[in-house]
């Protein structure tokens, strides 16, 4: 097929031609004053990004592994952790607490809506003697296109010592996230999101609290080791060997998004939300987040009479060269998601649509020919900051 | 200054053109048929660089991660390790090991020599109730430009059925590895090194009777699961979201070493050694390691007098924009090291002795300008095949 793919996933994003280019530098030594430098240029980028004047490490891993890295640093074998999911990430978070020894409680919301503050609030009451350590939550769920308000997630936990422990490696970048100001202790993010550069990095943003319970923490661990990472920081190294052109591509995507301003992102991916979902309401189809706790990175859409969603997707692919994701696990074929996130065009996403609808009426739907991309562009019209 | 900089570190290594190219390829669903195509093809390129017909996994990580892996997945906590080191990798395998509750006797050699397998054979029928689960050992030490004969190793082990467990980081591709022919268990290595592509990837290879004990291994790890690795592998997927530009750049980097072929590549990089050497001895300077000992990928020069080599590193770097490595902990200052490894050219070598004939004589030290070239050139003159 003509032209390059449409690849609407939440993660990996495309790539920009800038950030593309930065990423053919030559090698350089990894523990030389110009790495030094691209080093403490992206982490000071990275952490204006989460709002935060505290710790942050750069791992080569994926986002997974900067979720491993706050449990292994940050909970020992035998506490207590209070896991709230709403999808499969919140699930993963959860399992990897428990892996590595942690009693954990799970909390669990239905799939497709945010994890309620007060139920929250209750399991936190119940704990007088203070047991549990931490909180993990996911920022913004991927399965299921939902968020989490973490912010009254936090108040929600009162005056209670618990580290807040965040999953944002989808949320960050996408979606408001205030990590100082919010009261979040450790904060887990990756380069394939909105920071729109190829998958491979892993950060870790932490609070000096986290860090002093580190100091008391005995879990197993070695790769991950938080002293470590910032002993070598200290020199503007890393650990161990960087995943160098990815830290290209960073300190590339950094000044683009510095340039754009965070709150300027954020307001992006809020009007992507708005405009694909009117546009795949107008069509007549559902939505699966609630509104307001939908994701403003990716939409998750049900397929008609419960089932065919993936059949919808091999449709987008064959004729259009259009990627988007399938459901996870029990949502496999009853959804697909469309990711907005990252370095997309507006337009880009009027052309889904359109080819969406196409799909869809071509597949045996009553879909009104423009109904989608005419909500579409009245959304375009309309939204002009 | 004018021109590219000589790279010659022991990892990362210069990137051929036509790797770098790859890697500009848009971003790919990485769960869809066009990932698990290179995945699958990679896999098999990387297996016949072990030689080795059995387990592979890529992770997204350094090669300490992969050192990592193999002790998460196959050491127990409570299980005796036999660690051999003859420097700071060797150091770090025990460290690891050490760190997930094994019980680690150290076997360690002087700097710049080789493990006696005779001292390996006799650590190893002391063991007589076989309590010794792992021997873990370091292929190439680039600490030291010294190797460990992995063969004569095995033999020493006997009968004895402890794993066999290889850090192969910087050995692998640029010095003769035979995984199977070997018998070695477990072997670890990564990407920036004779696979010439930038650092991110690290590789895991495996034999059977590893994954059988690793079925009942007990310690903690999430992140680098081999059962999950494997689950997904056999869908044509990695359990985590893969470094995706860097999966290009093997696939490439894999095409040109297979086109090479590997016993090719390994003299290759015997040719360089020697070349190397013997102009560094006509230099009238000495070598840390021992002639049968001395690594195909990074040769350790001792600075004359005992000191002074980050004198002549900075040198180097300042006057003719070659950077070459220092020595580690305590061989800080007293050696440095000049890799050869991977995409260098012959010629390349020929100007960095010459560059370092001429700041070996401005630093004040007694050299005949042109011996160190005139034995090179010598040498290519032989160096035929």
Known sequence: MIGQQYLLLPGP???????????????????GPEFRDILLEVNRGVKSIYGTDHNLLIYPSSGTGALEASIVNFISPGD?????????FGDRFASIAQNFGAQVEKLSFKWGQGADPNVVREAISKDKEKRIKAVVVTHNETSTGTYNDI???????QDHP??????????????????????????LSGSQKAFM???????????????????????????????EGLKYLEKGQTAFTPAISLFYGLQEALSMMLAEGVDNIIKRHLRYRNMVRSAIRAMGMDLLAAEEQAS?????????????????????????????????QELDDVMFRLGHLGYVRELDLLAVIAALEIVMLESGFKVELGAGVNQAQKFMLRAED
């Open 162 to 187: 618990a580290l807040l422990m965040v999953d944002c490696v989808s949320g960050l970048g996408a979606l408001e996230f205030q990590m100082d100001a919010w009261g979040v202790d450790v904060a």
């Open 80 to 88: 207590k952790v209070l896991a709230i999911s709403i999808g499969v």
């Open 151 to 157: 912010k009254a997630i936090k108040e929600a936990m």
């Open 296 to 328: 403003t990175a990716v939409t998750a859409v049900l397929a008609p009479g419960g089932a065919g969603a993936n059949q919808i997707r091999s449709r987008m692919l064959n004729r259009f060269n259009i990627v988007v994701a399938g459901g996870q």
């Open 197 to 227: 550069i190829p998958p491979g990095l892993g950060f870790m943003a932490f609070s000096d609290r986290a860090l002093k319970i580190h100091g008391q923490n005995n879990n197993h661990r070695f790769y991950w080791d938080v002293t």
């Open 13 to 31: 994003t495309p790539i920009p031609e800038r950030v593309q280019q930065a990423m053919n530098r030559p090698m350089i030594n990894h523990r």
